[in-house]
């Protein structure tokens, strides 16, 4: 059963996606989701964020 993920070891480039909920990196080698790339939006975790934090 293939992954929907990428599996490539070391992908020689990635990119960033929005949709509606977050980002995600995509290999540009496979076209396909890095696994655990996912950032939602508009999180209350306390922690720091990747994204909007600038604003
Ligand atoms: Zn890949």
């Given at each position: 059963?293939?992954?929907?993920?990428?599996?490539?070891?070391?992908?020689?480039?990635?990119?960033?996606?929005?949709?509606d909920?977050?980002?995600?990196?995509?290999c540009?080698?496979?076209?396909?989701?890095?696994?655990?790339?996912?950032?939602y939006?508009?999180?209350?975790?306390?922690?720091?964020?990747?994204?909007?934090?600038?604003?």
């Open positions: 059963m293939p992954s929907e993920y990428c599996e490539c070891k070391n992908s020689t480039n990635v990119f960033t996606k929005i949709n909920k977050g980002t995600f990196d995509i540009d080698d496979c076209n396909k989701e890095i696994e655990g790339s996912f950032k939006f508009n999180q209350h975790d306390g922690k720091k964020h990747d994204f909007y934090d600038e604003y």
